[in-house]
């Protein structure tokens, strides 16, 4: 099951789906695009970068 982001915009907004080991993320705007899956501990990674503004 697809999850939007609640921090998305009209510009950006991803939606995750997570799984038994692992969470997979796709552009809420270009769902059939594809998707990317990662383990739980690389997405809360990603989080944690995303949060302290360490992505570019």
């Known amino acids: ?3 939007k982001s609640t921090q998305g915009t ?3 907004c991803v939606e995750v ?3 038994p080991h692992a969470v997979s ?3 809420s705007k270009a769902p059939d695009a594809g998707h990317i899956t ?3 501990h690389t997405f809360a990674t990603l989080l944690d970068l ?3 503004g360490e992505l570019p």
Request: proline share 0%; aromatic share 6%; glycine share 0%.
């Open 25 to 27: 993320i796709r552009d």
């Open 10 to 12: 009209s510009v950006q």
């Open 1 to 3: 099951m697809w999850r």
């Open 38 to 40: 990662l383990t739980t």
């Open 50 to 52: 995303a949060k302290q």
């Open 17 to 19: 789906a997570r799984l």
